[in-house]
Each structure stands twice: as structure tokens, then as C-alpha cells.
């Protein structure tokens, strides 16, 4: 199965720099590569995704990064506000399985 | 937006007692999914559901747990006899299928095992 390494584990940084998670997946069929956010006691929420076929995705302030070759794909958040302070979570598939594997998720703190 | 919603929000059990979490999926979805979480953990994938059957399952699903998808809406998850380590938010979460779009997440239930 899918095996999801997430780095780092805790990250904060000051309002209005940029933060950046690494993850790294183990099966090379993967071709789908989303990140959630999850804000205390609530649902993990889909807040940006990448698929195999391109190299990398912004939305606003958010973008992802994806490095087939090297099987790591990562998370940019630039301009960081508090609320942006949350857990963050990258998933991949399996191949042939539509089940998501997830990483032990990043805790992101923004300093004002 | 279509949402996955789950009830209760939150159950408080004794230990040994049967729970019944239930969820009702996006409607044009075919794969179904429950996740828990126990606090400050990873998401850890419990079991997957297409086509009326289980998919697969982790080696958390052992069997003191069952899913159900009793009618055309309704995706349930029952612990037979709860410990106390069972207790963990509970997400339900949906997904179209083919190709594969990720998940939507369920709000959770909290369960408490006393």
C-alpha cells in the first residue's frame, strides 16, 4: 500500500512569511495528490490538489509542487495570516484503489 | 455544495456497549469510507465500500466492526463491544469514483468510550 511521509511535523512561522510542507509517497502509480486542512475539532477540508500530469498548482495564496521523479510533492503558503493556522495533511491514493493514505499531518502556528 | 453528513455529532458510550455511527454520503457518489482520528493523531483509514462491499479495510476493522449500507442513502459503521481505545472523531467521507477526485469529509462524530 501507499506509504505518505510528512515533513515537518510542527512549523510556525511569523504573519506574512511563507511556510512550506514536504511530503514524500512511496507507490510511483500514484497519480493524484491532494491537501487538506483541518482546523481544530472540525473536518479536514480539501484546499488544493494536484494531479500527476502537471508539475504545479496555485490557488491564491496556496500552491503545490509536485516532483514525480523524486515521488515528493509539496505545500506553499505565502503571505501567511492567522488564519491560516491550522493541521495540514497531504493524502495519496493507491493505484487501482481509491482510497486516500494520509501523512501524520503538519501543525502550522502564524504569529502575528 | 453537497455535503456528507454524519450523526450523532457526538456519543458518549460505556465500555462493552454497542454504537450505531451513522452517515449519509453525497448522493452521486460510489465509493464510501470511514476514517477515525484519535485526538492530536493522523487520519487512519478504517474501511473502504463500493458496490454493496467491502473494498477493503484496515487491520483496525477487526470484528468488533461492521459496515452497512442498509438502504439507497444511508452508510453506517457499528462497534459490537466498545473499549475504551475506541474512542476517536469518527469521519465518514465520499467519493465520486473514476477518475479518482478525492474525498469529501463528513463533519464526525466524537465518540466517548467510559
Known amino acids: 500500500g501507499e506509504n505518505v511521509e510528512q515533513h515537518p511535523s510542527t512549523l510556525s512561522v511569523q504573519e506574512g512569511d511563507s511556510a512550506v510542507i514536504k511530503c514524500t509517497y512511496s507507490?510511483?502509480?500514484?497519480?493524484?495528490f491532494p491537501w487538506y486542512k483541518q482546523e481544530l475539532g472540525k473536518r479536514p477540508q480539501l484546499i488544493i490538489d494536484i494531479r500527476s500530469n502537471v508539475g504545479e498548482k496555485k490557488d491564491q495564496r496556496i500552491a503545490v509542487t509536485l516532483n514525480k521523479t523524486a515521488k515528493h510533492f509539496s505545500l506553499h503558503i505565502t503571505e501567511t495570516q492567522p488564519e491560516d493556522s491550522a493541521v495540514y495533511f497531504c493524502a495519496a491514493p493507491t493505484h487501482n484503489d481509491y482510497k486516500l493514505s494520509f501523512g501524520a499531518g503538519t501543525t502550522v502556528t502564524v504569529r502575528a | 455544495e453537497p455535503e456528507v453528513t454524519q450523526t450523532p455529532s457526538h456519543q458518549v458510550t460505556q465500555m462493552g456497549q454497542e454504537v450505531i455511527l451513522r452517515c449519509v454520503p453525497i448522493?452521486?457518489?460510489?465509493?464510501f469510507y470511514w476514517y477515525r482520528q484519535i485526538l492530536g493523531q493522523k487520519v487512519e483509514f478504517l474501511v473502504s465500500f463500493y458496490n454493496n462491499e467491502i473494498s477493503e479495510k484496515s487491520e483496525i476493522f477487526d470484528d468488533q466492526f461492521s459496515v452497512e449500507r442498509p438502504d439507497g442513502s444511508n452508510f453506517t459503521l457499528k462497534i459490537r463491544s466498545t473499549k475504551l481505545e475506541d474512542s476517536a472523531m469518527y469521519f465518514c467521507?465520499?467519493?465520486?469514483?473514476?477518475?479518482?477526485?478525492?474525498?469529501?469529509f463528513g463533519s464526525g462524530t466524537r465518540l466517548t468510550v467510559v
Open positions: 467521507a465520499s467519493s465520486e469514483g473514476v477518475p479518482f477526485y478525492g474525498y469529501t
Open positions: 448522493s452521486n457518489h460510489l465509493y
Open positions: 507507490d510511483s502509480a500514484s497519480n493524484y
